[in-house]
Each structure stands twice: as C-alpha cells, then as structure tokens.
C-alpha cells in the first residue's frame, strides 16, 4: 500500500512547496518546521490504519466513552536528516518509542557511494507498530538498511516507512524489499540523476534543517 500525499487536495501540499522552494529553505527554522507539519500530517494519516478500543473516561459533569490506540507505537528515522520529520510525527505518537539510526553516504573518489551504518538504538519492536522515517527516498538503500537493522530487536507487527520526497526507483527498490510494509510519502518524483539525488526533490534535507557539513 502506497500514500501519496499530493495526490489529495490538502494543506500539505503549501508545507511541500514551501519545502521546495529555493528561496523559502534558506531559513533554516522555517524549513525544520514545515518538515515537522509534514510529519504531523502524515501521522494523522498513518493514525487512521491503527487499532482501536473503547474506554471509559470521567468527565466534569459525567461519564463517556473514548476510542484510544490498541497498539504501541515506535516512531524511528534516521540522523540527522530526519529528526524535523520525526519530531512531527512524535507531535501526535508522544507516547511512542523511539529508534534512532545513524547512515550516511559513504562516497569514494570514482563518485560512487556505499551506505555507512555507525548507531542503532530502538526499543523491544515485537508486536509493535514500526513507524521509520526518512525525508528523501533516493535509492531507498538507506531506509532498507535502517530498517533491516531493527530486526535485531524484534519483529513487529506492521511497518510503516515515511518519507516527505520519493523517487519512483526508490519507491519501486522498498517495496520489493519491504512487500507487506505501507509507504507514506509527501510527493514522488521520477528523475534520480547519476548521483542518486532526486530530481526536481527539494536538496539535502539535512543540510537545509541543520547547516552544511564537511565531506569525507
């Protein structure tokens, strides 16, 4: 099952092309946050899929029944790109576990490119909803990669991954990978350049949350 925000009308498609737009994603602040209303948005939506059960609450003047989540939520991504678009989604899962992994793009001097795993930390996922974000979807080696290293911790009860910008080849590579998980996505674009940047995309997500860094 594949979500793709943009194909609804929606006030996410504004966070989106704000997200895009070249002179808007020079302030940084205003970046971070429409990343993180994406992730809330994107939240509510995953929230419709979950399971449900009634409970009693006390109100001031009576008594009423409430639908509350069944299911334990452990919201991951992967540093530092993704932490804006967590946060979002932690906005509305706030009792959630969290799972935080650190990939990169190892590049060599020929310009190809491998990717490096240095941190995992997650809680016990057995019977859990994982919920895994990335903001860009390029190849998807590195969400797969993330998400094949949680294993180790359990097998949970439904995946979900959560990107703001997809590539279709990106796209296509999870889903062969991950055929039972449920994708969630911003928008998708076609061209991935030789480089496996996504092209129109958006840029580097964690340089324009956090400042550029230096290149190994």
Same mark, same amino acid.
Not at 20 to 44: C, S
């Given at each position: ?11 996410g ?6 997200l895009r ?10 970046f /971070? /946050?429409?990343?993180? /209303?994406? @992730?809330?948005?994107?939240? +509510? ?5 979950? =399971? ?7 109100t001031?003047?009576?008594m009423?029944?409430?639908? !509350? ?10 540093? /530092? ?7 979002? !989604? ?10 935080f992994?650190? #990939? ?6 020929? @310009?190809?490119?491998?990717?490096k795993l240095? +941190?995992v ?16 979807? #390029?190849?998807g080696?590195?969400?797969? $990669? ?15 991954f ?7 080849y ?15 996505? @911003? ?7 030789? =480089?496996?940047?996504?092209v129109?995309?958006?840029g580097?997500?964690?340089? $324009?949350?956090f400042g550029?860094?230096?290149?190994d």
């Amino acid at each position: 099952m594949v979500f793709n925000l943009s194909e609804h009308n929606n006030i996410g498609h504004r966070f989106l092309g704000e997200l895009r737009d070249v002179h808007i994603q020079k302030d940084r602040m205003r970046f /971070r /946050r429409n990343m993180e /209303r994406l @992730g809330e948005i994107l939240a +509510y939506e995953i929230s419709k899929t979950l =399971k449900y059960h009634a409970v009693k609450v006390e109100t001031p003047l009576g008594m009423t029944t409430v639908q !509350m989540p069944l299911q334990q939520v452990v919201l991951g991504t992967i540093l /530092r790109a993704g932490l804006p678009l967590h946060q979002g !989604m932690l906005n509305y899962f706030d009792d959630a576990g969290n799972a935080f992994v650190s #990939a990169y793009r190892k590049h060599h001097k020929d @310009g190809t490119f491998e990717i490096k795993l240095e +941190y995992v930390s997650c809680p016990n996922l057995a019977g859990s909803v994982l919920i895994l974000s990335d903001p860009m979807l #390029a190849t998807g080696a590195s969400i797969a $990669l993330a998400a094949k290293e949680l294993e180790a911790f359990g097998e949970p009860a439904a995946i979900h991954f959560v990107t703001a910008i997809a590539s279709s080849y990106g796209l296509e590579h999870v889903r062969r990978l991950f055929p039972k998980a449920k994708i969630w996505m @911003g928008a998708l674009d076609d061209e991935l350049t030789a =480089k496996s940047y996504i092209v129109p995309g958006l840029g580097d997500a964690g340089d $324009l949350s956090f400042g550029e860094k230096l290149q190994d």
